[in-house]
T-cell receptor, first 115, second 114 residues
Framework: NAGVTQTPKFQVLKTGQSMTLQCAQD?????MYWYRQDPGMGLRLIYY???????DKGEVPNGYNVSRLNKREFSLRLESAAPSQTSVYFC??????????????FGPGTRLLVL | QQQVKQSPQSLIVQKGGISIINCAYE??????FPWYQQFPGKGPALLIA?????SEKKEGRFTISFNKSAKQFSLHIMDSQPGDSATYFC?????????????FGKGTHLIIQP
């Protein structure tokens, strides 16, 4: 039981390049999230997916796109990377049970540097 | 608008002492208040959580105190150990979670000195 996995672990991009961050979970959760973590800013939600085929914008969605490929996988795409997108990206998954938010489980993160 | 304010930003405590981290929230619709612990190079992991129907929850050396009228909650770490050195985040979410996800505080970097 791997929980939440993310690839790659680390990536260096040049301004304007594109890339996709991959996330997969094996806990059969319906809800999946992408957060970014910046020093002194905590974690901020980029996008959320309640189920396969549905996505919603979070607090900081500009410059990103997402795809909920199936129940297990939720990818984050940077179409044209900018230095402001240098950050650590975390994927998370959870279940909503009886209308209540349950524990969010986080992956190990992807460290992205945009030059 | 920062919906969850966390203090202090950093905290140094002697081994065996009590570590206290405070959070205040603004949105009375929040109904779930977890604390996450994060070690360097790792993702956050749930430490302990509380819902507003109780004023305190204790798990081992970790206790959440919750004051609904003041819209504040705090994490107390008793008998703090060097292995507790990490960054701690408080968070809050509304019923059903959803696109609001978890609203996180900005984190507290805790160092326990041996």
């Amino acid at each position: 039981n791997a929980g939440v996995t993310q690839t790659p672990k680390f990536q260096v991009l040049k301004t304007g390049q594109s890339m996709t961050l991959q996330c997969a979970q094996d806990m059969n959760h319906n809800s999946m999230y992408w957060y970014r973590q910046d020093p002194g800013m905590g974690l901020r939600l980029i996008y959320y997916s309640a189920s396969e085929g549905t996505t919603d914008k979070g607090e900081v969605p500009n410059g990103y796109n997402v795809s909920r490929l199936n129940k297990r996988e939720f990818s984050l795409r940077l179409e044209s990377a900018a230095p402001s997108q240098t950050s650590v990206y975390f994927c998370a998954s959870s279940e909503i049970s009886g209308g209540f938010q349950e524990t969010q489980y986080f992956g190990p993160g992807t460290r992205l540097l945009v030059l | 608008q920062q919906q969850v304010k966390q203090s202090p930003q950093s905290l140094i405590v002697q081994k065996g002492g009590i570590s206290i981290i405070n959070c205040a929230y603004e949105n009375t619709a929040f109904d779930y208040f977890p604390w996450y612990q994060q070690f360097p190079g790792k993702g956050p992991a749930l430490l302990i959580a509380i819902r507003p129907d109780v004023s305190e929850k204790k798990e081992g050396r970790f206790t959440i105190s919750f004051n609904k009228s003041a819209k504040q909650f705090s994490l107390h770490i008793m008998d703090s150990q060097p292995g507790d050195s990490a960054t701690y985040f408080c968070a809050a979410s509304k019923p059903g979670g959803g696109a609001d996800g978890l609203t996180f505080g900005k984190g507290t970097h805790l160092i326990i000195q041996p």
